[in-house]
Every structure is written in C-alpha cells, then in structure tokens.
C-alpha cells in the first residue's frame, strides 16, 4: 500500500484554497477602503477642530492650513486637503468647507456639518 496523496486530492486541496481566496480577499480589500475612509474624515474632523481653536486663539479671521498648522496633514489616498474660507462680513459668520482631495472623494465638512459619501 502506497502512502502519500493522489493527484486529485491534491487538485481537490488547491481548488478549495482558490475558493477560499476568492473569498476573502474582496473582503479585504473592502476593510482597507473603510479603514482609508475612516483616517480621511477623522482628519476633516481635525482641521475642523483646528480651525475653531485657531478663532478662539486669535479672535480673527479662520486661518490657512499653514495658520492652524494643519498643512502636513493629509488624506489616506494622498493629496492635502483643501480649506475655502468664504467671508461673509464677519469672522465667526464665514463659511468654512474642508474637501478630500481623493479622486473619489471621502466627503467634506461644511461649516461643521459632515457630508460623508458612502457612509458605514
């Protein structure tokens, strides 16, 4: 008696592996998306934040990335944020819109207000 595995046990092994991998890497690659999503609006989320300090610090207009020393931070996919500042007459009146600089974009905060895209 022969020990060892035949030829289709083993084609039997490898089909089973490639299923399994079907499987799952979709899966992660669902989970790094999410996690790259997340990091993006908890930077927004930041410079936001900043931005209120950097008011409250200054009792002045908002600042720049560079004012609020946010310049470094950036999106998980790459590029730096964008912060538009629209005055309407008054500092605590202006309008603030921090943008995901992704080529599919993660969402923006518009005056403290999140509007997220493909929300989890």
Known sequence: MKKGFTLIELMIVV???GILAAIAIPK???VSESAKRSACRANMRTIASQEVIYFAEN???Y???VDIEMDQVQCATGGA???TIEDRG???SASITITCPAAVSHGNIDNG????VDSD
């Open 15 to 17: 089909v089973i592996i």
């Open 28 to 30: 992660f690659s669902d």
């Open 59 to 61: 009792n002045s207009m």
């Open 63 to 65: 600042g720049n990335a």
């Open 81 to 83: 944020y964008t912060i």
């Open 90 to 92: 008054s500092a605590p």
């Open 113 to 116: 207000v999140a509007s997220w």
